[in-house]
Structures are given as C-alpha cells and as structure tokens.
C-alpha cells in the first residue's frame, strides 16, 4: 500500500490506448430482499454488515479503507465521485439508504445498496485484467467468509438484474481511440462486438457519450461463462483494437493537417486563461494522440491521464474547495492545466 498515487495519475501497460482496467463483481445478501424491495430499516443492517465485514475484518487491507456516508457529503462531492467512476451516476441520483467504501489509493471502491447490495469494482491503470480480478477475487473471498450471498448451484450469483446473474462480473477497459473514431470504425466495430457477448459505450458506462475520444468496451454475458473465459475474450479482442488503433494513427501522425491539431492543442493548454471542460477535454485527447505517435516529447501520459479526471466540473469545485461560478471555474480549470503542463 506504499504507493497511494491514484489509478489515473498513472499509464500502464499498453497505456497508450488503455487507459485503465476495471472489474466489477454485483453480490447480494442471501437473508435480504433485493434493494428495490429493501426498507430503510433493512438497507440500514445490510451496510452495517458489509461494513462490518470489510473493514472491522482482521485483513491487512481493512484499516486502508474509508467509510462514506453520502447523506454527509455535499453535491460536488457525489458528482466528484462520478467524475473519478469510483461509482456510478445511479448511486448519487437517489437519496435511498446507501454507502461508499472506498481504498486510500481510490483502486477499490464498494458501493452498498446501489442497484444490488454489493458493488465491488477494483481499478488498475492500463491494461491489467489478470491483476484487476485476482485483486477483486480477494475482497470478494473477505467479505464472503463473514458474509451470505445469494447464490444458486443452477444460475450461479442472484442479483437484482437478470442480466448480471451468473458469474455477476463485469470485466471492462477504458480505451482512447482517437484515430479509430476519426476514421468513423467505431459503429461498425460495435455492431461486430455485440455478436461477441461484447458492448462499447462511452466512458461513463450505459447511457453515456463518448467524449475525448474515450470508450469502455466490456462483456456482456454474466451467465452460463466463467470468469476466466468472459477476461481472456475481453483480453482477445482488446489485443486486436489496440493494434487497429496503433495502426490508424501512424497513418494519421503523417498527416500534417493532424500534426498542426496537436500542436495547436498543446498551444491552447499551455496559454489559455478561460476553458470550458468540453474544450479542454477534446484538447487533451490531441495531445494524448501527439505524445502516443512521438510528435511530442515533453509532456507526459501520466500528467494527461490525471488531467483528464481531475478538470471535471465538479472535482474541479471540490478541489477548489469553494462554490465556484462558471467562469470561475474555466479559470481554475485553465490554471491547472497550465500548472501542469
């Protein structure tokens, strides 16, 4: 735990097109109604149970942990929370009997009472499902061993959806694909994936947008699968998108309408007084691209992976530690990009 630098604060392998690794396992308590049918009363004991479980447990990791009570956290931070996806919109957009434990370093984050009882999702920068599940896999035997899931022999793991009955894990990338989405292959890629038990979305999961050219590809059969087989078909094709895209954008770098793009980029982060987050964002992902292809060599992966998280409307205004208006934050926003850069 010597390393408390933040999973993006940080690029790892194949960290020019994967950005992070995520596993993410939906767990219930056997003894509990589902928490669409769960009272207060009963959502109360189920996180003081889990709880209980993970960080009074005898476990080396427990007294790493924070417990959050997002009744005691003001809008900013929710939202922050969302921006850094430690855990999902649903979460914070109800204000039902819920709560949040979450790793010093942000890698584990365990919502309680979101759309199951048990949200368990493990992040690790770039690509590293083998090291995301196994380190999910243990959290997940902790809490097992002073807790009941419901489980099935036929169906495998219960949960609230039918969709993640089975193994209930969602194994999923982050990846930048900005010369795949210049070259317009994303759809059709998509529609090839779907035949795969696979789904690409924007970055914030199902409903979302792509923005800065950032996509989550993950797996869509929980059911009648095992771990392993659902990680190494995600691990496959992963493997041939970051070739398609490494290939696309050593085409594209040649270019010199795309070369004048990433240095006008860099010009723009490095000089502006006033960006807006939709700005800024699209201006990183220029960027990102310029330093994957080596038409830049003085600024880092790492710095820009942070700055993609951390220039969000709200973590902004949480950092700021104040309410800030519109303009103030594109202002703060533009100070810490050029501090960074």
């Known amino acids: 735990m010597a390393d408390n630098k933040k999973w993006y604060e940080k690029s790892g392998t194949d960290g020019d097109v994967v950005i992070s690794t995520r596993i993410r396992l939906a767990r219930n308590l056997a003894e509990f109604p589902f928490p669409a049918r769960c009272p207060k009363e009963t959502a109360a004991k189920v996180i003081s149970k889990v709880k209980d479980a993970l960080i009074d447990s005898n476990s080396v990791i427990s007294s790493h942990f924070t417990y959050i009570d997002p009744e005691k956290i003001n809008r900013d931070e929710k939202i922050s929370l969302v921006e850094r996806h430690l855990v999902s919109p649903e979460f914070i957009s109800e204000r039902d009997t819920k709560a949040l434990i979450l790793l010093d370093d942000e890698s584990i984050s365990v919502m309680i009472n979101e759309e199951d009882h048990v949200r368990l999702q493990v992040m690790k920068e770039g690509f590293d499902l083998d090291s995301a599940y196994e380190q999910a896999n243990r959290i997940d035997t902790l809490l097992d061993e002073r807790l009941s899931f419901a489980f099935s022999d036929t169906l495998g793991y219960l949960t609230q959806c039918p969709t993640n009955i089975g193994t209930g894990m969602r194994a999923s990338v982050m990846l930048h694909l900005p010369a795949l989405n210049a070259v317009k292959a994303i759809n059709k890629m ?152």
């Open 190 to 341: 998509s529609e090839n994936l779907s035949k795969l038990g696979l789904t690409i979305r924007g970055a914030y999961g199902e409903g979302s947008e792509p923005t800065a050219d950032l996509y989550q590809l993950s797996n869509q059969i929980t059911l009648g699968i095992s771990e392993k087989t659902a990680i190494e078909n995600l691990k496959s094709i992963t493997k041939q998108i970051i070739s398609q895209e490494m290939q696309a954008r050593e085409k594209m770098a040649k270019h010199i309408d795309i070369q004048d793009k990433v240095f006008r980029a860099v010009g723009i982060l490095k000089n502006a007084r006033l960006i807006d987050g939709s700005e800024a964002l699209v201006q990183l992902s220029r960027v990102r691209f310029g330093i994957t292809t080596g038409l830049i060599n003085d600024i880092s992966l790492d710095t820009i992976n942070k700055l993609i998280v951390e220039i969000q409307p709200a973590t902004i205004t949480k950092n700021a530690g104040k309410q800030l208006s519109a303009i103030e934050r594109d202002s703060v926003r533009a100070d810490f990009i050029r501090n960074s850069l």
